[in-house]
């Protein structure tokens, strides 16, 4: 089966700060023993865009359901875990703020419009067109969310489930200590104060561009956010403000305004309150509610990083009785998991190293 899997989507979401990052390509081996949060719904989005038959249409199940997000998870997860020495934890998505509703609603457009493009494109016969608009028909289901939380389960790998934004509850989780780095492909984490965000974690990753309708090398990269913030000489309140300008999840940029333009008025003016005239009016008014989602964010304290034994039987069922799985690809993942020096129930960072190396 040529199945495109080992691809990225160029549509990552967040506020894009790419012009003025500041950000190092690393290896999967620096991240041996490191401890990462990862926004699930973001990896789970990668998976079900691209892992996809010749003819642009996802994996399914013998019932129908569809299965390109756990085929990825899975195999993604034991090679990044058992075989890269990585602790992952999965953070999922909880209630969106009430400000996101916009770009929800943008994005649910921008999805149906490719979906009828996508449509007629294999109509026509026109498969490379269609994968090109296959990428952003994705839409993942709660039922789909289910499945993948039940898959982490079965395999013992732990997952929280965020009150409201993944990125927020990962960065929280950063910050306290409790894992080494957040990981998304959006920059969101950095506005929730991240100290570390790590993006495309993949084993061999290519970026697809439907807008350019070719693939591109994607690596593995490390960002931090002091030494972005003191490269660019301003503060992480000024960040947020900058972020405001450009537009985020949560609000609407400024016409005209991208990062390196809004960096160079937050350095010369401090914060969106000293602005001239002819610039703040144009800033979304209620940017006050913005930095609240950043600076308050919603989150949890009560969660556990542990890992739990692996469910063998139970996953058998899960994936090749249920959902249709090869027998012997699960087979070959079970044996790398069962091979693995990560303990059950073991969440010490410093004693899983030493276990590791």
């Not at 989507?9 to 990052?21: D, K």
């Not at 002819?278 to 600076?295: L, M, Q, S, T």
């Amino acid at each position: 089966m040529n199945l495109k899997s080992n691809y990225f989507s160029e549509s990552a979401l967040g506020v894009n700060l790419t012009p003025i990052m500041v950000k190092h390509n690393i290896r999967l081996k620096d991240l041996r023993g490191k401890w990462i949060a990862v926004d699930a719904n973001n990896f789970l989005y990668q998976f079900l865009a691209l892992i996809r038959l010749p003819n642009t249409l996802p994996l399914t199940a013998p019932d129908g359901t569809v299965t390109s997000h756990l085929t990825g998870l899975f195999y993604r997860t034991t090679r990044l875990i058992f075989d890269c020495g990585m602790g992952l934890i999965f953070i999922f998505d909880g209630k969106p703020p009430k400000l996101k509703e916009r770009e929800i609603e943008k994005r649910h457009m921008l999805r149906e419009k490719a979906t009828r493009e996508w449509r007629q494109a294999l109509k026509m016969g026109e498969y490379e067109k269609a994968f090109s608009k296959a990428v952003m028909t994705s839409r993942l289901t709660h039922n789909m969310i289910q499945d993948a939380k039940r898959l982490l389960e079965l395999m013992g790998v732990p997952y929280v489930q965020a009150p409201s934004e993944a990125e927020a509850q990962a960065s929280y989780m950063a910050k306290r200590g409790d894992v080494w780095a957040s990981s998304s492909r959006d920059y969101d984490s950095l506005l929730f104060g991240a100290p570390k965000l790590v993006r495309n974690l993949t084993i061999f990753g290519k970026e697809f561009l439907p807008s350019k309708m070719r693939f591109r090398p994607l690596k593995p990269e490390l960002i931090s956010l002091n030494e972005f913030l003191s490269k660019r000489g301003i503060t992480y309140e000024q960040l947020i403000d900058l972020a405001i300008l450009i537009g985020t999840d949560f609000n609407e940029g400024v016409k005209g305004i991208g990062p390196k333009t809004a960096l160079k008025i937050i350095k010369e003016y401090g914060k969106i309150e000293d602005l001239p005239d002819r610039i703040r009016r144009h800033v979304w008014e209620d940017y006050e509610a913005v930095r609240k989602i950043f600076f308050e964010p919603n989150i949890t304290s009560e969660y556990k990083t542990a890992y739990e034994k692996l469910r063998e039987e139970e996953l058998f069922a899960f994936l090749c009785d249920e959902k249709g799985f090869s027998k012997n690809c699960v087979k070959r993942a079970v044996e790398r998991i069962k091979s693995s020096k990560i303990i059950a129930g073991q969440s010490n960072l410093e004693k899983w190293i030493a276990d590791i190396n």
